[in-house]
């Protein structure tokens, strides 16, 4: 490789990442013995691995890099604990949570609201936990819809430098097992003559399924249902010389659909975008484009009328005229 040049083999995917924790591989690197190389001698750090995962390449993706140590030269047993960590160095190997990548993309877009910084300049940062690795933010990518994944290696010195590398069983690790829970209530009150009221409420969170479900269908929202129905005989609230009889019907539905993650930023958790907001305007107006809420409000009264009648029976009555009024909004 020559100075700041990088290799690197990919592979079309379709991955939903967001119900695994952390990604994984094992990585070997050794320096090129051949003395008619015209390389220079490789010595540790100078090559880096890196993993990039994106919808594409090189305008949407995440990348992680590792400084590589070198195997020495020599023979090693693969029944020996020491021998095996010489071969695949633990400092080489990627393990990181997923969060890593996209709490550096929190970080630029908290950052981007105070400059002008741009989506398509690359934002670096080093792992928090790993100081000598660098996380690389570049677009706007999601481990969401991952469709391309690159392995690559890079000369990070000021030479010609050769190596030889080997990776072994990328996979993806802990499933994101987060539990949630569901409740149903009801209510119903008599209210002697005056009428009946009935409110029913339904909740269930992210991560609620069934004993049978995995944890790749579970619930991805929090939904939220309240029911209240009321039925009432508004004559008699009134002196009962009125002689009115209103019967009244009100109904009021409310259903909330609060999704995990952003669908604006789909490996973001909602509550972390609205957290990364500064002004209560900018999390109202996230709230308002990614909650779905649905409220429907009814009020009638059908054949309201007043119990007059002559002592001769007449069409013109009060009691033979009734009145019907009715709203529904949604």
């Known amino acids: 490789l020559s100075p700041k040049e990088s290799r690197a083999v990919y592979k079309k995917t379709m991955f939903d990442m967001r119900q695994y924790k952390r990604l994984q591989m094992f990585v070997h690197a050794e320096a090129m013995l051949d003395p008619a190389a015209s390389a220079q001698q490789l010595r540790d750090h100078e090559l880096t691995a890196f993993v990039r995962l994106g919808s594409d390449m090189v305008y949407n993706y995440y990348e992680y890099e590792i400084p590589l140590i070198l195997t020495p030269e020599g023979t090693y047993s693969n029944n020996n604990l020491a021998d095996r960590q010489q071969v695949w160095h633990p400092e080489n190997m990627f393990d990181f949570p997923f969060t890593v990548l996209t709490d550096a993309k929190l970080e630029r877009n908290k950052e981007r609201q105070k400059t002008n910084l741009s989506n398509s300049t690359p934002f670096v940062k080093y792992d928090p936990a790993k100081p000598k690795n660098i996380v690389t933010v570049v677009g706007n990518p999601s481990i969401s819809d991952v469709e391309n994944i690159m392995i690559g290696i890079r000369n990070k010195s000021g030479e010609v430098k050769s190596g030889e590398i080997w990776v072994n069983e990328m996979r993806m690790s802990e499933f994101d097992e987060d ?152």
């Not at 008699?236 to 604006?264: D, G, V």
């Not at 789909?266 to 957290?275: C, G, Q, R």
């Not at 809420?293 to 007059?308: D, G, M, Y």
């Open 179 to 330: 539990g949630g829970w569901a409740a149903l209530a009801n209510m119903a009150v008599n209210l002697s003559d005056l009428g009946s009221v009935n409110v029913a409420g339904r909740i269930e969170t992210a991560g609620f399924g069934g004993i049978e479900s995995n944890v790749t269908n579970r619930n991805m929202s929090d939904f939220h249902q309240l029911n209240l129905s009321a039925a009432l005989d508004l004559g008699r609230f009134l002196p009962e010389q009125a002689k009115l009889q209103i019967p009244a019907f009100f109904t009021y539905t409310n259903e909330t659909n609060s999704p995990k993650y952003n669908p604006l930023d789909e490996d973001i958790l909602l509550k972390d975008a609205l957290n990364n907001l500064e002004s209560m305007v900018e999390k109202d107006s996230l709230k308002s484009m990614t909650q779905s809420v649905i409220e429907t409000r009814s009020f009638n009264i059908t054949n309201a009328k007043i119990n007059i009648r002559s002592k001769k029976p007449m069409f013109y009555d009060p009691a033979n005229v009734t009145f019907t009024y009715s709203v529904n909004e949604s």
